[in-house]
């Protein structure tokens, strides 16, 4: 039995053969794991999920998942293609491209409903999703009319209504307001209770403990400059600081400079 959920060796990526988005990203997932992707803007943290949910496939290296290299062909097994969907579930930074039903009870139905899962099955998932993230009042309305953060519920509701086996999140928490934010933490973390693998990436230092077992930490140069236990990578200043993730700012105080590190909590896209 092979207990990996992805396996990348050597994996580089870039957009038409010209822009480098990924080099020789080497990284193993267990079932079960919960890990953080930190880097600043622009260093393939999104190319990465995209790759994982078989939207995008490596130019260079091997990208393996439930033991099966993923490629553009694997796709083309109709057995395999639903499983994979079933399995995997990725939520994008921009929920405008999740949402496109005319409203969003049939935006969060409408993945279950093309894999075919059973009717009774989605109205009681959907009913717990409800009440969980509070978007009761939200399910007759088009989904353009709503705020980011009740888009966001949407688009996490969305994707946890097929109860895949491992979650996708790309900066969930992006402008959202403490509450919401809690609401969202305390949602992958109850998944991840269930068993669900759970792989964030983000910039906000601040909710990377709780969501995260193991950190991967991206540099500029698009690879993994670092990974390790999330206490152990958050607790190292000039990691961070190289890569942008924590900014030096000094002031004076009665004659003398003082030097803090900030952490970059949440960033304007």
Known sequence: MNNSIFELTDVSFSYLNKFPALCAINAHVKPG?????????????????????????PDKGSLKVFGRELTEDAFDDEK????????????????DIQLFCPTVKEDIVFGPLQLGIDFKDIEKRLEELINVLGIKDLLQRSPHQLSLGEKRKVALASTLIMD??????DEPTAGLDPLTT?????????????????????????????????VFVFSHEKKIVKSGSSAEILKD?????????????????????????????????
């Open 33 to 57: 794991e919960k890990i953080a992707i930190i880097g600043a803007n622009g260093c393939g943290k999104s190319t990465l999920l995209h790759l994982l949910d078989g939207l995008i496939f």
């Open 80 to 95: 395999f293609s639903r499983e994979f969907r079933k399995k995997v579930g990725l939520v994008f930074q921009n929920p």
């Open 164 to 169: 895949p086996e491992v979650l996708l999140l």
């Open 182 to 214: 809690r609401h969202i933490i305390d949602l992958l973390l109850s998944a991840h209770a269930k068993g669900k693998t759970i792989i964030t990436s983000t910039h906000d230092l601040h909710i990377v403990e709780e969501i995260s077992d193991t």
């Open 237 to 269: 200043d000039q990691l961070l600081r190289d890569h942008n993730l924590i900014h030096v700012h000094s002031h004076h105080h009665k004659g003398a400079v003082h030097v803090h590190s900030h952490q970059h909590l949440d960033h304007h896209h």
